[in-house]
């Protein structure tokens, strides 16, 4: 079945490659600010935000960009815009294809763009994150590891067999990023071709290979699985939410600080102490050695993982439920916890925010006087 989601190819190419780039002015922030900034704004479909995050983060780190794009392309976009994975892997691997179409600059100026507008669907790292980890999967991850290469093969096309399991076995069958111990080494060209006899889509299916490939992120292979479990029963459907306002300070949406920068943990550690409502939650539910892994994952679910559109499918939501589940336990948090901890920090996101905006001025601050010392001397 044909998704009717994603633009066409040809209209992809056409935005990327004519539109002339735009006065962009860059951000102030360090590289891991602006590596989570770039993914956040496209999750929420801010895509003047993300342009600017392009911009700053290719001048920060380079050629390191392209990888991350890909990422976020498997990760955020998925099953939902075949084409603009497709697109973003072409983009991202190919320098000649680059400077035929504007260059560097250009391209990961519009690329943030396009995987801004498109719609979304994060059921791929949701089933990859809950394969690998959730405890209820912990016999059919012992048992299908034991398995053999044809083995793991068979249970991709078994109807019979649930979603988590056949995405264990692709994750297998793959051999990407597989632990060191492996009866079966992966072959990635039969795990492409078993996607494509299954009626996977070839352009998305050859993206996944070559991200794979480059990336070496088993969460690439999960994107044709969630686009072949999508297209089962009853059509997906793409549906719009809102999404947590944030404060911005001088251009950078105080969202941007969460669990995977340093900024954004000490201000999530500072404000677990600070928040009456917060730090009684974690008191009453989460041993005083892990509070802090648990604020993180809380405030991350409060505002750095919704998705402004996304793509609606009979399972997404199993997924969904399945993946914060994961997450929390490995926090720390049992499952009593989890709805008033998400609660808790949902409701207390100004607050939040305050104690970023407090941590983000004072680290500019210092950096500026560094600079002011370091030009003097």
Not at 160 to 185: M, N, P
Request: some cysteine; charged content about 20%; overall charge neutral.
């Amino acid at each position: 079945m044909e998704n009717a989601f994603a633009p066409p190819r040809e209209q992809l190419l056409e935005a990327l490659g004519q539109i002339s780039p735009l006065d962009i002015e860059p951000l102030v922030a360090d590289q891991w600010v602006m590596v989570s900034l770039l993914q956040k704004a496209v999750r929420r479909g801010e895509a003047e935000t993300a342009q600017r995050a392009a911009f700053t983060l290719l001048g920060q780190k380079g050629s390191a960009i392209w990888r991350r794009f890909m990422v976020i392309a498997f990760e955020d976009v998925g099953a939902a815009s075949p084409d603009v994975v497709s697109i973003t892997v072409a983009a991202s691997t190919d320098p000649g294809w680059r400077k035929a179409c504007g260059g560097n600059l250009h391209v990961a100026v519009q690329l943030a763009r396009i995987l801004a507008v498109a719609p979304k669907s994060r059921s791929a790292e949701h089933l990859i994150t809950s394969t690998q980890n959730h405890p209820s999967l912990a016999r059919p991850r012992l048992l299908l590891a034991a398995g053999e290469l044809t083995d793991h093969l068979d249970t991709i096309i078994d109807a019979k067999v649930s979603l988590t399991e056949r995405a264990l076995a692709v994750w297998f069958a793959s051999g990407i990023g597989r632990a060191v111990d492996t009866r079966a080494k992966g072959d990635l060209p039969a795990l492409l071709e078993q996607f494509r006899s299954l009626g996977a889509p070839d352009d998305l299916v050859t993206a996944a290979g070559t991200a794979a490939q480059k990336t070496r992120e088993p969460i690439t292979l999960m994107v044709p699985l969630v686009w072949l479990a999508s297209q089962a029963g009853e059509g997906p459907t793409i549906t719009k939410s809102e999404v947590p306002p944030s404060k911005v300070v001088d251009g950078v949406p105080m969202y941007a600080l969460d669990k995977h920068t340093r900024l954004g943990r000490e201000a999530i550690r500072r404000f677990a102490v600070e928040n009456e409502e917060v730090r009684a939650v974690l008191a009453r539910y989460v041993p005083a050695g892990r509070r802090n892994e648990a604020a993180y994952m809380a405030a991350f679910y409060a505002d750095a993982a919704p998705l402004a559109t996304q793509l609606h499918w009979a399972g997404a939501d199993t997924l969904e439920g399945l993946v914060t589940e994961t997450d929390l336990l490995m926090s720390g948090v049992p499952p009593e916890g989890f709805a008033p901890l998400l609660a808790a920090c949902r409701a207390n996101l100004g607050h939040l925010d305050e104690v970023r905006a407090r941590v983000f001025i004072r680290q500019r601050c210092l950096a500026s006087g560094m600079n002011s010392i370091l030009a003097v001397g």
